[in-house]
């Protein structure tokens, strides 16, 4: 009889092991469609991401050519580069950096429901530089104009404004590199 115990217990253990392995096998199934759908989920909030990333970055492809045009004048004597350029390059400046400004503020405005915040944050740094490089091309103009503009300034706040901007994008830039490289 106690060969017969032994083999029942042994059968026993046997079906309880199986039954563990089953319980097992069935919470790891269980687990896997979850975890599955959060990769999935971040593999495509990071496509998202990027393209909202690159639609900024294309907003702001403007401002290349105005800062080329009005800050760094390739090739002009350093005389001509301490003075405000002709009038109709100013307004001209100033109409592109508008259509730039509007062209990011809507651009921000998705990365603002893309995220993370910190990211939003820099684009909203860029579009306000932006805007800032833009009222103070008006301004110059506006005085211009009125011939209240004396060349020693200009050079000045115009350094200013545009290291402004350049800084802000590349501030931009590092932060949306890091989110896209980060893993989900």
């Known amino acids: 009889m106690d060969e ?6 042994g059968a026993g ?7 563990f392995t089953s319980w097992l096998t069935y919470r790891a199934a269980r687990r896997q469609a979850p975890d599955q759908g959060v990769v999935e989920h971040g593999r495509a909030l990071r496509s998202e991401r990027l393209q909202a990333y690159l639609a900024f970055m294309e907003a702001a492809e403007p401002v290349d ?30 109409e592109e950096l508008g259509t730039a400004v509007d062209a990011l503020y809507k651009a ?19 579009w306000s530089d932006v805007r800032s ?12 104009h009125e011939g ?4 020693g300034g200009y050079r000045t706040g115009l350094e200013d404004a545009v290291d402004a901007v350049e800084v802000s994008r590349e501030k931009f830039a590092r932060r949306a590199r890091g ?4 893993p989900p």
């Open 108 to 126: 921000q405005a998705r990365l603002d429901l893309m995220g993370p915040e910190a990211v939003a944050a820099e684009a909203v740094n860029v």
């Open 13 to 19: 253990v046997g079906v309880a092991g199986a039954l």
């Open 179 to 182: 989110v896209i490289e980060t």
């Open 65 to 94: 050519s105005v800062l080329h045009r009005i800050a760094h004048q390739d090739g002009a004597l350093a005389s001509v580069r301490d003075a405000p350029p002709p009038t109709d390059v100013l307004r001209t400046a100033v």
């Open 148 to 151: 209240e503009l004396s060349d």
């Open 133 to 144: 490089l833009r009222t103070y091309l008006e301004g110059v103009l506006h005085r211009t």
């Open 4 to 9: 017969g115990w032994a083999a029942l217990a």
